[in-house]
């Protein structure tokens, strides 16, 4: 097992407390709290408008919000050092790219800000991922334009990467290679990554960690494994469900009223519990997860 | 890697990704269709192939370890476990077989399908799969 993965030593992130609220709105992150471990894979899932775009640029330290405390590699987040900086990969929801320059312009350009850059991994990705370096990227394709933004993220090979959204206009095929090239990073470098996607099978796939954004807040995260094997939707009335919770010492995550004093709740058993046969139990896939919990 | 194991996924299925792995490589042993010596993939090589988190492939070896299907050697890829020579006779191949039938009698029953209809049904789907 590749070494990185198991150093868990200081958080590569850690958000204490935070509140953020645009001029004259309604608080956007209200008393969250996150970390992140170093080699983690996350999945940020949240519906939209839950603020993960929000969550993510404050993370960076790109917005500084009213109360709590942003740390990054250790440091504050709104001022970071150069060699912190150094070691963060962003790829923001809109790439912001400079029309005017070509492929190669742009690389030569972001790779004089950093002491590490992977120029052979960044030549590799433009031809394996179809980009012409030398046509304008005012003319490549939304697939394309997204596909450089990916790798001005990967060439400095960061420590820590933040993907808002990233695989939008990627077709199957290029998401596939994209999520391929992902899982190279970490092998090879034990890189944390945040990852926000509507896209659930990619998460599955990359992230072993799931974090549910609701109400300003990470209100769980977990490994989606054990969450896959740890939460049921039990169903009945109101009072046989609470009695059957109890008995097995259930937590409770999400509890649905219905009509007829009938409730549906979603909850998350003690590891290793064995259900008697015929527990009105049902198991739950990613996607009810994300339903009843963001 | 040749395609010997056949290793493959669903996403948005209630069974995490390293159970599914698991259930894989007990079915491929217990038919013979792997057996004894025979080298698997590399978690790294397995990872990049399915493009999944590393984490959870090695969490299905070491459970196919503890299980005795597989045997870890320093240094060298894991391989399928010397007493696993053979496909495992029907009786036990079909007990591998009983949960997914047990799940999906359940939900017949929910269903309230009449048995025969179910068994047509599953009749009918064994005969697709060896049309193919």
Same mark, same amino acid.
């Given at each position: 097992m590749n070494p990185h993965l198991l150093?868990?030593? %200081?958080?590569?992130a850690e958000l204490a407390d935070v509140t953020l609220a645009y001029t004259g709105g309604a608080a956007v992150l209200q008393g969250l709290d996150w970390q992140l471990l170093p080699g983690q894979v996350v999945g940020l899932l949240g519906r939209n408008g839950a603020g993960k775009t929000t969550l993510l640029e404050t993370l960076l330290g790109l917005r500084e919000p009213q109360a709590g405390s942003v740390q990054i590699f250790g440091q504050p987040a709104a001022r970071p050092d150069d060699a912190v900086r150094a070691r963060i990969g962003y790829v923001p929801q809109q790439s912001d790219l400079f029309d005017s320059f070509t492929a190669t312009q742009l690389l030569a350009y972001f790779r %004089?800000?950093?002491?590490?850059?992977n120029e052979t991994k960044a030549q590799g990705l433009l031809s394996r991922w179809d980009i012409n370096p030398h046509q304008r990227i005012a003319k490549l394709s939304g697939g394309q334009q997204q596909r450089l933004s990916i790798i001005r993220a990967l060439a400095h090979e960061p420590d820590l990467l933040v993907l808002d959204e990233p695989v939008a206009s990627l077709d199957p095929a290029g998401r596939r290679d994209f999520l391929g090239e992902l899982v190279s990073q970490v092998l090879e470098r034990g890189t944390t990554v945040v990852f926000s996607t509507h896209i659930l099978s990619d998460l599955e796939r990359v992230a072993f960690h799931m974090a549910f954004m609701s109400g300003g807040r990470i209100a769980l995260q977990a490994p989606l494994d054990e969450l896959l094997e740890e939460v049921r939707q039990f169903s009945g009335s109101a009072a046989e469900v609470q009695a059957l919770l109890q008995r097995l010492g259930a937590h409770s995550l999400k509890r649905t009223s219905l009509p007829a004093g009938r409730e549906r709740v979603l909850a998350r058993l003690p590891p290793g519990t064995r259900l008697p046969p015929g527990t009105p139990a049902e198991v739950v896939t990613l996607e009810d997860l994300f339903m009843e919990l963001t | 890697m040749d395609d010997h194991f056949a290793f493959s996924i669903q996403t948005g299925s209630a069974a995490p990704i390293y159970r599914q792995l698991v259930e894989h490589v007990r079915r491929r042993v217990a038919s013979g269709q792997i057996k004894a010596g025979d080298e698997i993939p590399s978690v790294r090589e397995l990872a990049l192939q399915l493009a999944v988190h590393p984490m959870t492939i090695s969490k299905a070896y070491s459970l196919l370890e503890a299980e005795g299907l597989l045997e870890r050697r320093r240094g060298l890829a894991m391989r399928v476990a010397p007493q696993h020579q053979r496909a495992q006779p029907a009786a036990s191949r079909l007990e591998l077989l009983r949960p997914a039938l047990v799940r999906a009698a359940a939900e017949a029953r929910q269903l309230q399908l009449p048995k025969p209809t179910v068994m047509k049904l599953f009749s009918d789907i064994l005969d697709e799969d060896e049309s193919r």
């Open positions: 150093a868990t030593t %200081s958080p590569t %004089s800000f950093y002491p590490r850059w | -």
